[in-house]
């Protein structure tokens, strides 16, 4: 059975920071792996997907790595801002459409 | 282009009552997929429709929840009856699917939150 856990649990940082969130899952053999935030109350937002035969995937100041053989994915989030503070959750697909969830981590910039 | 959208946003309601949850997917995506996301957790997949067909329903406590999607298109989540424990967010996402990996991006709806009492 797939299990994903984020690392840190929760972050704050100060406006400006770079940072790098930590996603390790158990079962190597995933289709793809997604990218969210989810602001409170709301649904959750695709960031990225990154293919299982991709390294990494970028959008803007986003950039996502994947390490398969090591059950590993960061999201390496640039020059950060009050506005990207949210819950970012990190998703495995298990076979080409099961997504399996972290607990996420809870992320607060600091103006 | 429209997302997914969910009716109702929130709901409250007595435990033992019934409660039924709509959702419309992204326009062409022929899979859709609810999930139930407690407090403080990552959602966890209930069931999956590929077109009609619901092609994984293993974790869809099936004694009091049951799922149709008729036409391949809107779907509906019932629970009957209600109990203190059904209290989540109930998210609907869907999909292209069947296309490739860039194909099986899920897209999620605003959720709605129930409260049970």
């Known amino acids: 059975k797939q299990e994903v856990t984020q690392i840190p649990a929760a972050l704050s940082v100060p406006e400006g920071e770079n940072l790098v969130l930590n996603c390790s899952f158990t079962d190597s053999a995933i289709y793809n792996l997604q990218w969210f935030r989810q602001d409170p109350g709301k649904g959750l937002t695709s960031l990225l997907l990154i293919q299982s035969s991709q390294r990494e995937q970028t959008s803007g100041r986003l950039n996502a790595s994947l390490d398969k053989s090591s059950g590993r994915s960061t999201l390496y989030i640039a020059a950060s801002q009050p506005g990207d503070s949210a819950t970012y959750l990190c998703?495995?697909?298990?076979?080409?459409?099961?997504?399996?969830f972290g607990q996420g981590t809870r992320l607060t910039i600091n103006p | 282009e429209a997302g997914v959208v969910q009716s109702p946003r929130y709901k409250i309601i007595e435990k033992k009552q019934p409660v039924a949850f709509w959702c419309n997917p992204i326009s062409g995506h022929n899979t859709l997929y609810w999930y139930r996301q407690n407090l403080g957790q990552g959602p966890e997949l209930l069931i999956r429709?590929?077109?009609?067909?619901?092609?994984?329903d293993s974790q869809l406590p099936k004694d009091r929840f049951s799922a149709e999607r008729l036409k391949g298109v809107d779907s509906t989540l019932k629970i009957q009856p209600a109990e203190l424990g059904d209290s989540a967010v109930y998210l609907c996402a869907s999909s292209l699917g069947d296309r490739g990996h860039s194909s099986y991006e899920q897209y999620f709806g605003p959720g709605t939150r129930l409260t049970v009492t």
């Open positions: 998703a495995p697909h298990q076979g080409a459409q099961k997504l399996v």
């Open positions: 429709y590929e077109n009609e067909e619901a092609v994984d």
